[in-house]
């Protein structure tokens, strides 16, 4: 229910927003004109039609309910999972490495390349 509502309302917040033709007129398309006190008015009912939808549709509801909480069951089951992965990534260590062992590891024999002039000359 929560998800129709936020998409009606948002529906009717983009009806709201003026629009510019390609011409820069602020035309509306042909059609009719809705008026923002309209808009309003269908909003209004919508909602109070919605209200009533359980009342006329009750296993639909009920079986929506169930998947709305099997959804949340699983959201939860699968941030747990996350948590504890990442948990036990911070505890072994796992998930840094440490690069200190990384520095200053050429030998002196790779430090010292001969020269070679232009061309690959020696």
Not at 33 to 52: K, M, N
Not at 115 to 121: F, K
């Amino acid at each position: 229910m929560f998800l129709i509502r936020t998409a009606f309302w948002l529906t009717l917040v983009i009806l709201l927003i003026p629009v510019s033709g390609h011409d820069g007129s602020s035309g509306e398309a042909a059609g009719p004109e809705i008026s923002p006190v309209d808009a309003f008015e269908a909003a209004r009912h919508t909602v109070s039609d919605l209200a009533g939808f359980c009342d006329r549709n009750p296993d639909t509801c009920r079986t929506g309910s169930a998947v709305v909480r099997v959804l949340g069951q699983k959201a939860q089951a699968g941030a747990l999972m996350v948590y504890e992965y990442l948990a036990e990534a911070s505890e072994d260590g796992s998930g840094r490495q440490d690069v200190r062992h990384a520095v200053d590891t050429l030998s002196l024999e790779d430090r010292h390349v001969p020269w070679r002039g232009p061309g690959g000359e020696s």
